[in-house]
Structures are given as C-alpha cells and as structure tokens.
C-alpha cells in the first residue's frame, strides 16, 4: 500500500481549475520530485494534501487513513509536514524553540523538556546546532532552510513536502542543503520535492511527476522524464542532456 493515494482531486478557485482530476501516489521511502511551470498546480496539490484548502472531489488517502476533510493540525499529527519557498519561522523564539515548538505540536506526546531535546538533536542532523540559541532574523538563507528542514522532522513526520528548498541558493550553500536533504531521505522519511531547478530534481530524485495545466502530464524515473518528447516541448525546452 502506498503512503500516500490522490484520486481524482479537483481544485477550483471561482472560475480557475487549480487542479483537474489528479491521481498520484507516493510509496514509503520514496524521494518523489513535481516539476512543471508556474501555475502548473504544484503548490496547490501540496497545500491540498496538506489541508490548507479542500478539494472540489476526489479522494486523499494517507496512510490508510481518509483525509480528504481533515483539518490541517490532525494531518500533521499523522505524519504529514512541509516547508516553504519563504520560511515561515517565529522570529519571537530562537532557533531551538522554534524546533521544539514544533515538536510539541506534531505527532508527538512530548514535555518541554523532551521537546527541547529532541530539537537539539534533530539541530545536529541538519547542521545547524551551534546556532541553537540564535534567533532567526540572523540566520542565513541556507540556515533558514535547514531550519525549516529541522521543524519538519521535529512533528514527527512520515511524509515531508519540500516547496523549492533550492530557491535562492547557489554554490556550496545549494551543496550543503542538498546534502541534509539527502541524509534525511537516506534515514527513512519519505519525501516529496516541488523545485524547478531541473539539476536538483533529475540528480536527487528517484521519480517525477510533471505538472501541466492542473493536470499529471507524465510520470517516471529521471530518464523517462527527461525523454518524454511531451515534457520536453511543454516545459524542458530541450533534452536532459543538453542541460
């Protein structure tokens, strides 16, 4: 069984259709990356799933459970979390707080205490321990993002969104990111990556979705995608590799 099953969801926003009658699945393990154009519905299916908005029909099933009508806050106690493009930290607390606050509120039965101690460890993980007890209107943009990776894993999830981890980083900050992403994959939470950096999501992906339209245009391995002749005049404009 799949973690997690979208069947037939549509999405509407008055005469707009965000989404159109999309069926995904993503398996336990999985490192699953959606591209497409701007407008393509990627954010929207992530907020769907996420329960930011309801959809018009279809079905979305996590973990054996029907969440189609769930709110937001019990689909993250059941394992469902994300980032986002512009990281949404509390610039009231400082880095530890932030992680431990989303530790308490997660999926997780944990004091004060056992929050904080599972925020400096998970701190550790993403690389960002000595900056614990700093707050995050001084942190970099690549800090901001491992934090951003360290709320995620704080709620206890089995399923994370990345929403464009990448954006604004180049060089060896893009590098390190990356790095942790991997690592957290490799520890065994599945993943689901929206970018549109096509280097990042063909080298660290194990499979893509493409996203026209509102609508799943194509689906496979890296390889599949990249000479997938739909994909390439949709959206890659040439082939994978001549990029």
Known sequence: MSLLEVS??????????????VDLAVGRGELVGVIGPNGAGKTTLVNVVTGVYYPESGRIIFDGHDITKTPPHRRARLGISRTYQVPRPFNNLNVLDN????AMYGSRRISVRGARELAMDLLGRVRLAERAQDYPE????????????AR?????SKLVFLDEVSAGLVGDDLREVLSVVKDIHEGGVTMV??????????????RIIV????????EGKPSEVASDARVVESYLGRRWSEI
């Open 8 to 21: 037939g969801v549509t999405k509407r926003f008055g005469g707009l259709i965000a989404l159109n009658g």
């Open 99 to 102: 992680v431990a606050l989303a």
């Open 138 to 149: 001084s942190l970099s943009v690549v800090e901001l993002r491992k934090l951003e990776l």
């Open 152 to 156: 995620a894993l704080a709620q206890g």
């Open 193 to 206: 990556m929206i970018e549109h950096v096509m280097k990042v999501i063909f080298n660290l992906t194990e």
């Open 211 to 218: 996203m026209m339209n509102g609508q799943k245009l194509a």
